[in-house]
Every structure is written in C-alpha cells, then in structure tokens.
C-alpha cells in the first residue's frame, strides 16, 4: 500500500504561481510512477503531468506544457508540481497518483491516490 496526502492547493490570480506536495508513505516511494491529474466540477478527471521512478523522464498536458513543471526528491518522499502562470481554466481539485511501472496518461492505470487538494484560479 501507498498512501498519498497532497498539499498546497489555494485561491490565485491569473497569472500567479502555486506549488502542489504530494507526501508519500508505505512501500517505496522510489519504485514508483507518479502523476498529478486533476478534475473541474462536472468534468472528467484529466491528465496533468507525470515522472518516472528516478525524475529523468516526465510527460506533461499539451494544456499545461511551458507552464507546469513536475519533480520528485525520493529522499523525502515527495512529488511536486509547479504551476505557473495560471489561467481561470486550471481550476479544479488535483490529485496525485502512483503506479509500480512506466509512466501513462491514463488515470485507471494509477494504482493508488490522494484525496485531492483544490487549485482556485481566479480571472
């Protein structure tokens, strides 16, 4: 088992800055893919960005590329995510996910989650 808590959610401005944590315990953090994806009221959950077990390879959103940067530092446990520049659009609750693989898109590939933290843009 993994278990997943996500931090640093808030309400910005268009075109303010927010950093997302997403705290890691259990199993080894290091064997693991992880992803953030998030999900606006009413919409399906999405793919944001994700990164390999060792931070050498990661994936981003076409939505979010230039602006959103994914890291891990797995003496800490710890994933983040980014996001700069934000638009009314990037509003939604985020979520992180780990699977024992490859990084993917695909959020049913995720093996386990967070509750979520709730990113506010406002325009």
């Known amino acids: 088992q993994v278990q997943l808590v996500e931090s640093g959610g808030g309400l910005v401005q268009a075109g303010g800055s927010l950093r997302l944590s997403c705290a890691a315990s259990?199993?080894?953090?290091?064997?693991?893919?992880m992803g953030w994806f998030r999900q606006a009221p009413g919409k399906e959950r999405e793919f944001v960005a994700a990164i390999n077990w060792s931070g050498g390879s990661s994936e981003y959103a076409d939505s979010v590329k230039g602006r959103f940067s994914i890291s891990r530092v797995n003496a800490k446990n710890t994933v983040y995510l980014q996001m700069n520049s934000l638009k009314p659009e990037d509003t939604g609750a985020y979520y992180c996910?780990?699977?024992?693989?490859?990084?993917?898109?695909?959020?049913?590939?995720?093996?386990?989650w967070g509750q979520g933290t709730q990113v506010t843009v406002s325009s």
């Open positions: 996910a780990a699977r024992n693989g490859r990084v993917l898109i695909t959020p049913l590939r995720y093996d386990y």
């Open positions: 259990g199993r080894t953090f290091s064997a693991y893919a």
